[in-house]
């Protein structure tokens, strides 16, 4: 599938699953999510020394403008090196719905250093009552990374992305995008968002 293709007719799971590298575009509008989906908090763990790596929470007042830009959708990470070698990984989502109820809620994330596919995560959230916060936490079985994969992803800062997809009942309502650094020094934890 073409992104440009993505403009003229509705993006499929079956789209985002055969795409060979990151997108460049985004490919459905802010106003896709009609279903008023906002993402409260975010926590990543590791599960088998249970280290929080990352937490971060929207402040309770903040609210996104209406003519809020791109920039939204997309967050810099920056993380130790030594997160290349965990195996499993618990991402912790806090998350509301506004008046309609959601459907058949699917997430598929793809990650991508330099437009080569590493890994692929497919999640269900199910179904979501209106006017409602939820929170579910997914388990991340990491890739297994070559030694030489690994230097050049830390000597690459920003080459490793991904690209998140959120449906309801098929239907892609939201497109967000990451990129990825790996300080080579652990004890330089720089997190931020």
Known sequence: MSQNAASVRQVT?????????ATEAYLCPLSANTYNIEFLGFKLRDIDSEVVLFEVRKPPEEELPPD???SSRFIRYNFPAVVLNLRNVGATIEFSVGDKSVSHFRMIERHYFRNHLIKSFDFDFGFCMPNTTNTCEQIYEMPELSPQ???????????TKSDSFYFVEGKLVMHHKADYAFNSDGSQMNWYM
């Open 68 to 70: 809020c830009d791109e």
């Open 149 to 159: 994969e690994m230097k050049e992803m830390v000597e690459h800062p920003y080459e």
């Open 13 to 21: 799971p079956e789209d985002v699953l055969s795409l060979e590298s």
